[in-house]
């Protein structure tokens, strides 16, 4: 049974520019979150993506868009890269009416 | 929104000794509590949860403990191993808990010294 996948492990950006994040959930679980790490912080929660539709979001500019597909699978948007987008990204799945969340390996995003 | 706070923000401690970690939380509302294991370069790992209207769960070494009056859990880990070195992060669900939004502490680098 696959855990929570995540593409690609790392990525290298420019300011300015655009970058899209992948997640594939456990089996069997219909709900995804994303959270972004920086260095040396607890992960801090971007937005819950439940029936293809955003459910729940944090304190994250419009920059910061998603998306689920009917498989459940998602993508993290993120555009006009700044510096300070630097950070591990992280997905979690669950399934809906449950509070357990289990993450991925998450993507390493490096803006310059 | 609900706020929580970790500490120590390292642990070090002799293989075969406990290791204890605390949080604090801000909601009263929150009802679910889990904990993390990340080591370097993975993402979180899930090691043990605890729903309010329990006190206290168990699994091996690993034990956590909850005061919904006093709003603070703990984490305690006995006979700690080298490979339990790692980062711990506690977490609280930000109520109401269907949102599945979990508010992480700051994290604990636990050492432990063969």
């Known amino acids: 049974d696959a855990g929570v996948t995540q593409s690609p492990t790392h990525l290298i950006k420019t300011r300015g520019q655009q970058v899209t994040l992948r997640c594939s959930p456990k089996?069997?679980?219909?709900?995804v979150s994303w959270y972004q790490q920086a260095l040396g912080q607890g992960p801090q929660f971007i937005f819950q993506y439940y029936e293809e539709e955003e459910r729940q979001r944090g304190n994250f500019p419009d920059r910061f868009s998603g998306h689920q597909f009917p498989n459940y699978s998602s993508e993290l948007n993120v555009n006009a890269l700044l510096l300070g987008d630097s950070a591990l990204y992280l997905c979690a799945s669950k399934e809906q009416g449950r509070e357990t969340q289990y993450f991925g390996p998450g993507t390493r995003l490096l803006v310059l | 929104g609900e706020n929580v706070e970790q500490h120590p923000s390292t642990l070090s401690v002799q293989e075969g000794d406990s290791a204890v970690i605390k949080c604090t939380y801000s909601?009263?509302?929150?009802?679910?509590f889990p904990w993390y294991k990340q080591e370097l370069g993975k993402g979180p790992q899930l090691i043990i949860d605890?729903?309010?209207?329990?006190g206290e769960k168990k699994d091996q070494r690993i034990a956590v403990t909850l005061n919904k009056t006093a709003k603070h859990f703990s984490l305690h880990i006995t006979e700690t191993q080298p490979e339990d070195s790692a980062v711990y992060f506690c977490a609280a669900i930000e109520p109401p808990s269907n949102t599945g939004k979990l508010i992480f502490g700051q994290g604990t680098t636990l050492q432990v010294k063969p």
């Open positions: 605890i729903r309010s209207n329990v």
């Open positions: 089996s069997g679980h219909d709900t």
């Open positions: 909601d009263s509302a929150s009802n679910y």
